[in-house]
C-alpha cells in the first residue's frame, strides 16, 4: 500500500478493501488506529488516493496536490470528506464509494500505468465520476443513449513534475468540480455545455 509523507494535513482514512460494495456503509481504517465505519455525510465531493498501478506517484504528487486541492474546494464553497486511501484501487472504486457514501461526486486520484520516459512511474490522473440524480441523468440518457448510464467521468492526467504540476492540477481539478456540479454535468455533455454556453455569449455581444 501507499505510505504517504508523515504531515498533519496529510491524515487520510484507509478503506478496507473486503468492504468494498457494500451499500449501506463502508468499512474503513483510520491510519494508526481500530477500523471503523463511516456513513454518507451529505458533502459535495469525496476524494479517494489511490496508488493504483504506481504507488510511486502517490508519494511524490499526493503531499502537494491534496492540500492545494482541499484549500481550491474550500475557497469555492465546495464541501469535502475526509479524503480515504484506498490502496490497489482502481477507477471503477468511485462508483462502489459513490453508492455508499452519496457525494454529488468522487474524486480518484490514482498512480497511472508506469510508461514512456524514466519519470513517467510519478504520473497520475484525477478521475472525476459526477453520480447523476434523476434530473441530470434523464439529460445524460439522451445525450449518450445509455439507458443505464449512472456516472459520468471527467479526467485530467499527466500530473507530475514532468508534465502538469501538482500545485496547477489542484487548481484545474477544483474548476472542474465547480463546473460540473454548476452545470450538472461531467465528460463529453459537460464541454457540450461549456461550447454552447461559450457560443451564447459571443453571440450576444454582437
Do not use: C, W
Not at 508519494?59 to 464541501?79: S, V
Not at 462508483?95 to 498512480?111: F, R
Not at 460540473?180 to 454552447?196: Q, V
Amino acid at each position: 500500500p501507499a505510505r504517504l509523507p508523515d504531515r498533519p494535513r496529510l491524515r487520510l482514512l484507509q478503506l478496507g478493501a473486503r468492504f468494498i460494495g457494500e451499500t449501506s456503509h463502508i468499512g474503513i481504517v483510520d491510519i494508526g488506529q481500530n477500523q471503523t465505519f463511516v456513513a454518507p455525510e451529505g458533502v459535495d465531493v469525496q476524494i479517494i488516493v489511490s496508488d493504483g498501478l504506481s504507488a510511486e506517484a502517490v508519494h511524490h504528487n499526493i503531499p502537494d496536490l491534496l492540500p492545494a486541492l482541499l484549500d481550491g474546494l474550500k475557497e469555492q464553497r465546495i464541501t469535502a470528506g475526509k479524503p480515504i486511501l484506498a490502496p490497489y484501487g482502481r477507477v471503477k472504486l468511485a462508483e462502489a464509494l459513490g453508492d455508499a457514501l452519496q457525494p454529488k461526486l468522487i474524486i480518484n486520484l490514482i498512480g497511472e500505468r508506469p510508461g514512456g520516459d524514466a519519470l513517467a512511474s510519478r504520473s497520475m490522473s484525477a478521475y472525476i465520476a459526477y453520480r447523476l440524480d434523476d434530473d441530470a441523468k434523464a439529460d445524460a440518457v439522451e445525450f449518450s443513449g445509455n439507458p443505464d448510464i449512472r456516472y459520468e467521468y471527467t479526467v485530467i492526467s499527466n500530473i507530475y513534475s514532468g508534465g502538469l504540476p501538482p500545485g496547477e492540477a489542484a487548481v484545474q481539478i477544483a474548476e472542474r468540480v465547480n463546473q460540473i456540479l454548476t452545470t450538472k454535468a461531467a465528460g463529453n455533455r459537460l464541454e457540450r455545455a461549456i461550447h454552447d454556453r461559450s457560443h451564447n455569449m459571443r453571440a450576444a455581444a454582437f
